[in-house]
């Protein structure tokens, strides 16, 4: 062929075959394979196409031959044709591999999704029909890979380079879009190397193909394209539908075929139009009613159940079922934004009741073991009688001990002996009893004669042979109703015990010393100081001075003094909470050199605020301290039983189910929320308390009633130490001894109470009448008021100095000098006072520079001490091994978990927050086919990252102050973060689902749900742990702008382009890039067959790689684990702030 006139071959002499003798001596199979064969021959010998004329032979015939009629050969020839396509595409696999292997997963799964034509071969047949050599029109594996080679360039759209047959010398109307040449009569399709030349007989491509504009070949359509013949467009010169022009000056040039397959970015004329599917690339079919039918589509898709589709839909609206997920799952939240604490309160009010009934049966037991004695002591006065007036009537006879016998059982079922006055009457009774069965109470109290301590009757069905047996003991009690029966049961005898303490006679000293009882004591913790004198570091200032001391177990200590005396600071320096000082001196513990915080799990500190949690009731702070600071072998009934007794001792029997209450909920008063503040440090069973002022907002009645439950505790041996301020003169009496500090820092007054007014009286500053004498004192102190006979309160921690003969500091002696000639001239040693005093008092004058420098070193000296306390090493003297880490944990987990579902309003306000961005970014951003959904998977990055952080931000920001407490008692940290990491795996779980049921439906990605549930669960983790990170290092409005700003920005970030070694290592750090990555490649792998260089194209640009999904969501978990590592980090650095 030349200059595009079509040729033909001179009539050939036909090849024969004679079928019959086939069929009678080979089988079908061979005969089908000769068949083949014969084909296979024509075409080498270039004769042209072929045709079989049954029953008797096969012939090779020309293009003109073959318009005889020979239909028959059709199907053969296309089959042929077809293996040698087939055979063609295979041996471009490795091609394929080595160079798309970013964007196809399964070579042979997404090929035959593009180029499987199997039982789709009509535009092949069509093709024949038309009397064209398509063998030697179809490109070959070299052209193949020249045309994807080019058309994968991001710069190129559809022009492939120069080649043998299309360059600046060479350009055949087959070189034009839409037409094709014929090559040699050799050609090898699948050859690599070279091009062959293809010149001759340039005509149209068939409809099915597309001829690329610089290639003079044929490429079969890939399916779910849609490439009919082009027709001219009169009106704009143009080829409809692919929009291109006929070569200007050739008059016999018509439109071909398609011209182009790429990304369809660049040029979508061969996909399958919206709202249609092409089941092969020459058929187009309207999509049917309740059916869609997307972009590409081979077949049309059903509608799913509660949506729409109309004919020719591109996508199902999916908004019906939408809106009824909406309804659903609003009236759900609503429901249980209004009603969760409804839930909670009837579950609490049925475990009232039930601990209620326990407490009414332990009273019930308790009097009616009262009221048994009782009837006993009369009882035995009665039988002591009667034994006495039978033994003398009846001296002689034998039957006066079988009467006393008969006498005391009857004392034992309980009759009335006092109306028992002869023998008669006791067997009438006697034979009576034995005639009706004993009662349940009769029993009880046979048993409580039987063993007076025994528990019987609290847990067990009264009258049980094995009752003695079955005793329920503190280890062996499960049920909660046991276990409050058992407590409010040893509640009842202790207070039992101290109605009969309070008057003892001598007879009722012996019982108890026969008995065994005694009060249980506690580990003693004595501590000693002398000379304590504590200087800030960095600031060279003193805040103790020469301290010198002991307080005792056993006995309740307070402190007081004017504001600024240093009063915190003396307690906190007694537990070794001071930190950024220096100190001097000695403090011995039990009267050896040893560190408080040794027996750390013995010590309870009371800060001055009252550091509780708000959102858990009375009950549950106590019970929850109780059961991480007691000793972990102890059984849970007796922890019950501890944290009752608090309870009861402290008046909260009446608010123990109350919410203890917050800013912005209301809970107890602040009086109960004090002695709440103090229960918490009782229940630990402590050694040593350590009280900061807390009596402050209390009433008179409080103040007394928590005084009275520390003296309680100190006749344990508890070493109890307060902080107080104007205590009234009754509670003021309820000490032993008392602790008056000057301004310094100095001990004005260390010992009993009961001898405070003497020592004041002795030194010249008696107690005025209808005056308060600690609040006189104090006003000494503060130098408010000046007594008479020339004391200066500056005088007297000297005074006390002297009066006990500790040394005087160097820079004090002049007021011991002072003090020395009072007696002499007290208006000469005013003014001498006067002039000492401005002499070492004036201060050194200090520039700013030299200041700033002493805060900033003062600062850090506090900061290095933080960190030494927190990773030092210490011994443990404590002897009390307290739950480990994962007991903790346990706890830990049920706490937060009690609290979660009382924040379940926030929870519901997330979750509705969700819902609605995911219907608005749904309708608003929905998934595009031509960027595959970059768009609205980047708006779902930023508002998931956002709003999850924001609601991960409570997690951490709002306790730290009853972490930093429950840390420095020695509760795990670990155990704290992993129980709130835990709980919040809920959140991580359930927020991907809400988002996604409404934007999954509203934009109808193609990818499945699962995949994006796992992605989004992934990317929740992640950002989750980068908030508790953010959460504990920062203040909460901070923390708040930084969740805010990291999304957005590195969101930025993850979409600039990658041209740089430094972006690509820059967009790898940013965990939205992964996210990102992940939602488009589950997106992009369900895009096939014509979609496939749209795939690749995108992917390549991105640089993403479909292999890589998995990777991704590793990424983001491992993100997710590296800063929740970074948040434990900065939990453990930050207890000291």
């Not at 009467?403 to 006092?418: C, R, Y």
């Not at 039987?450 to 042979?465: T, V």
Request: proline content about 4%.
């Amino acid at each position: 062929m030349k200059g595009g006139k079509h040729q033909l071959h001179p009539p050939l002499t036909p090849v024969t075959l004679d079928l019959h003798s086939l069929m009678n001596n080979l089988s079908p199979s061979a005969v089908f394979t000769s068949i083949y064969h014969s084909i296979v021959a024509c075409s080498r010998e270039g004769t042209g196409l072929v045709s079989l004329n049954l029953p008797t032979r096969v012939q090779c015939e020309d293009d003109d031959d073959y318009d005889s009629g020979n239909t028959a050969a059709l199907p053969i020839v296309t089959d042929y044709v077809y293996s040698r396509l087939t055979n063609m595409t295979t041996a471009i696999t490795t091609d394929i591999e080595a160079k798309l292997g970013f964007c196809i997963k399964d070579v042979d799964k997404d090929w035959n999704e593009a180029f499987n034509f199997t039982g789709k071969l009509d535009f092949l047949t069509a093709c024949i029909k038309q009397g064209k050599d398509v063998t030697r029109r179809l490109c070959t594996r070299a052209e193949i890979r020249l045309y994807f080679g080019g058309i994968l360039n991001p710069l190129s759209s559809s022009y492939v380079r120069p080649n043998r047959n299309c360059n600046l010398t060479s350009w055949v109307s087959g070189c034009e879009p839409g037409w094709g040449c014929l090559a040699d009569k050799n050609v090898d399709l699948s050859s690599s190397k070279d091009i062959p030349a293809r010149i001759e007989e340039c005509s149209p491509c068939c409809e099915g193909f597309f001829c690329p504009q610089g290639l003079t070949c044929m490429i079969p359509c890939p399916l779910g394209s849609y490439c009919p013949l082009a027709k001219l467009n009169t009106n704009t010169g143009i080829c409809d539908p692919y929009r291109y022009q006929l070569p200007a000056g050739e008059a016999n040039h018509t439109c071909g075929s398609a011209h182009v397959w790429t990304g369809v970015s660049n040029s979508s004329d061969i996909f399958c139009s919206a709202g249609s599917y092409c089941p092969t690339a020459t058929q187009k079919i309207p999509c049917s009613s309740g059916h869609y039918c997307r972009m590409g589509s081979t077949v049309e898709m059903r509608c799913s159940h509660f949506s729409t589709c109309k004919e020719n839909t591109e996508n199902q609206n999916m908004r019906a079922y939408a809106a009824l997920l909406i309804v659903a799952l609003s009236t759900l939240l609503i429901f249980i934004y209004n009603f969760y604490d409804q839930v909670l309160s009837t579950r609490e009010r049925r475990l009232a009741k039930s601990r209620e009934a326990a407490a009414k049966h332990a009273r019930e037991t308790a009097q009616a073991r009262e009221r048994w004695k009782l009837a006993k002591d009369v009882a035995k006065k009665g039988a002591t009688g009667l034994q006495k007036q039978l033994s003398r009537t009846f001296s002689r006879k034998k039957s006066g001990k079988g009467e006393q016998l008969k006498t005391v059982s009857l004392a034992k079922v309980g009759t009335d002996i006092t109306s028992a006055d002869s023998s008669s009457t006791s067997e009438q009774s006697i034979s009576a009893s034995k005639a009706e069965e004993p009662s349940n109470l009769i029993k009880m109290l046979n048993s409580i004669e039987d063993d007076p301590n025994s528990q019987e009757g609290f847990n067990l069905q009264i009258g049980d042979k094995n009752s003695k047996k079955n005793a329920p003991k503190g280890k062996h009690l499960h049920t909660k109703s046991k276990i409050y029966k058992y407590a409010y049961g040893q509640l009842e005898k202790e207070k039992a015990m101290q109605e009969a303490n309070k008057n003892l006679t001598f007879s009722g000293v012996l019982s108890m010393a026969t008995s065994g009882s005694e009060i249980r004591r506690r580990p003693p913790i004595e501590v000693a100081f002398k000379d304590v004198t504590l200087t800030l570091k960095g600031k060279n200032k003193q805040v103790l001075k020469c301290v010198t001391g002991k307080i005792m177990p056993g006995r309740v200590s307070a402190v007081m003094g004017p504001s600024g005396a240093g009063k915190t600071t003396f307690l906190s320096a007694l537990g070794g909470k001071v930190r950024g000082c220096s100190m001097t001196g000695s403090i011995l513990i039990n009267g050896k050199p040893e560190s408080i915080h040794w027996y750390k799990k013995i010590i309870g500190y009371v800060p001055q605020d009252d550091i509780v949690h708000g959102n858990l009731t009375v009950e549950e702070n106590l019970r929850f301290s109780a059961g991480c600071r007691l000793p972990a072998d102890m059984a849970k009934p007796d922890k019950v039983l501890i944290v009752e007794r608090v309870i009861e001792s402290l008046g909260l029997h009446a608010v123990r189910d109350s919410l203890v209450g917050t800013v912005e909920q209301r809970g107890i008063s602040g009086g109960q929320k004090k002695r709440v503040n103090v229960g918490l440090e009782m229940v630990m069973e402590p050694s040593l308390l350590i009280l900061d002022e807390p009596t402050t907002g209390l009433d008179s009645a409080s103040s007394s009633q928590l005084l009275k439950a520390l003296r309680r505790e100190a006749l344990e041996g508890v070493n109890i130490c307060m902080v107080l301020h104007q205590p009234s003169y009754t509670l003021f009496r309820m000490f032993d001894d008392i602790i008056f500090l000057a301004k310094g820092g100095l001990i004005a007054y260390l010992g009993s109470v009961k001898k405070v007014e003497e020592y004041f009286a002795s030194i010249g500053i008696p107690v005025p009448d209808r005056v308060n004498p600690p609040d006189h004192f104090i006003d000494i102190l503060e130098g408010l008021e000046k007594p008479a006979g020339g004391v200066t309160h500056e005088q007297l921690p000297v005074r006390w100095m002297l009066h006990n003969g500790y040394p005087v500091p160097p820079d004090m002696l002049h007021y011991a000098d002072e003090i020395a000639a009072s007696s002499s001239s007290a208006s000469t040693s005013t003014s001498t006072s006067s002039d000492a005093k401005n002499i070492t008092e004036e201060p050194i004058q200090q520039s700013f520079f030299a200041e700033l420098w002493g805060t900033m070193k003062n600062n850090f000296e506090v900061q290095r001490d933080n960190l030494e306390a927190k990773f030092l090493i210490i011994k443990d003297l404590s002897n009390r091994t307290t739950p480990g880490i994962g007991q903790q944990y346990k706890y830990f987990v049920g706490r937060i978990s009690k609290q979660r579902l009382r924040e379940a309003k926030a929870q519901v306000v997330d979750y509705m927050i969700l819902l609605v961005a995911g219907a608005i970014l749904g309708i608003l951003a929905k998934v595009n086919d031509y960027t595959f959904g970059a768009l609205g998977y980047t708006y779902t990055v930023i508002a998931v990252s956002l709003l999850c952080k924001i609601a991960a931000l409570r997690t951490f920001s709002l306790d730290k102050l009853q972490y930093a407490r429950e840390t420095a008692a020695g509760i795990s940290s670990l155990a704290h973060f992993l129980a709130k990491d835990t709980v919040d795996i809920f959140n991580v779980i359930i927020k991907p689902v809400v988002y996604l049921s409404m934007f999954y439906f509203f934009s109808n990605p193609r990818s499945s749900f699962a995949s994006n549930y796992v992605v989004l669960l992934c990317l929740v983790y992640c950002v989750s742990g980068m908030a508790y990170a953010f959460a504990i290092h920062f203040q909460p409005a901070p923390a708040q702008l930084w969740s805010v700003l990291v999304p957005v920005v590195m969101t930025l970030i993850a979409n600039q382009p990658k041209d740089t070694a430094f972006m690509r290592n820059l967009v790898k750090l940013c965990y939205p890039n992964w996210a990102l990555e992940a939602f488009i490649i589950a997106n992009s792998e369900r895009y096939s067959g014509v979609w496939l260089i749209s795939r690749c194209r995108s992917l390549m640009n991105n640089g993403y790689d479909l292999h890589d999904w998995s990777l991704c969501l590793i990424v983001l978990v491992l993100y997710g684990v590296v800063f929740r590592i970074v948040a434990f980090i900065c939990l453990l650095l930050s207890q000291s702030k």
